[in-house]
């Protein structure tokens, strides 16, 4: 069975920093694109971050870039999210995502986990 279990989110106030991480089992996803996704109350799904299966390929929302950094170790078969400088917009469910290529679409993913709550406070 695939599953991709993320975990690290939490509440944090403002300014503050997380580290989410996303282990998947089941198979190797070390030649899988990876990706970060989240879902605000009453708002669609939104891309993060994803990377490429080798890592040298990273793409940033423009909402985040320059505060989160996606990373992953193929290894551990396990994806990273680490957030800093967090706003209380950033309050959502965080999903990761594996597919075939790092693109900032949710239909382009074909294992996603079940989320993670981070919650920033002003």
């Known amino acids: 069975q695939v599953e991709l279990v993320e975990s690290g989110g939490g509440l944090v106030q403002a300014g503050g920093s997380l580290r989410l991480s996303c282990a998947a089992s089941?198979?190797?996803?070390?030649?899988?694109?990876r990706g970060w996704f989240r879902q605000a109350p009453g708002k669609e799904r939104e891309f993060v971050a994803a990377?490429?299966?080798?890592?040298?390929?990273?793409y940033y929302a423009d909402s985040v870039k320059g505060r989160f950094t996606i990373s992953r170790d193929n290894a551990r078969n396990t994806v990273y999210l680490q957030m800093n400088s967090l706003k209380p917009g950033d309050t959502a469910v965080y999903y990761c995502?594996?597919?075939?290529?790092?693109?900032?679409?949710?239909?382009?993913?074909?294992?996603w986990g079940q989320g993670t709550q981070v919650t920033v406070s002003s």
């Open positions: 990377i490429s299966w080798s890592g040298s390929n990273i």
């Open positions: 995502a594996a597919g075939a290529v790092a693109v900032p679409a949710t239909t382009r993913y074909d294992y």
């Open positions: 089941g198979r190797t996803f070390s030649s899988f694109a």
